[in-house]
């Protein structure tokens, strides 16, 4: 049974990245840790993410070529719209 409390797993998709960073408030942290102990499919895309921060580590926004940028950008808002539907 779900309560309004728990985390979902578009929401924790969604704050990952605050989460990685350790940028997310102690009680956001806890239902997000939370959620991690409950959910298999979350507790990979972690890991996922994590292997992707490790491997890739981070690239200067300098070494992005405009056009990569322009295209990042927009995947990313079409799929931001996309996910309120």
Known sequence: MSTSNEL????????VTEYLEGAMPPQERA??????????GCRGYLDQMRTTIAV????????VPPEAQRDLLAAFRSWKRG???
Not at 8 to 15: A, G, H, S
Not at 56 to 63: A, H, I, M
Request: with cysteine; charged share 30%; glycine share 6%.
């Open 56 to 63: 890739l580590g981070r690239l200067p926004v300098e070494q």
């Open 8 to 15: 979902t797993c578009r929401e924790l998709v969604e704050i």
């Open 83 to 85: 996910a309120g539907q």
């Open 31 to 40: 239902r997000f840790d939370e959620h991690l102990v409950i959910c298999d």
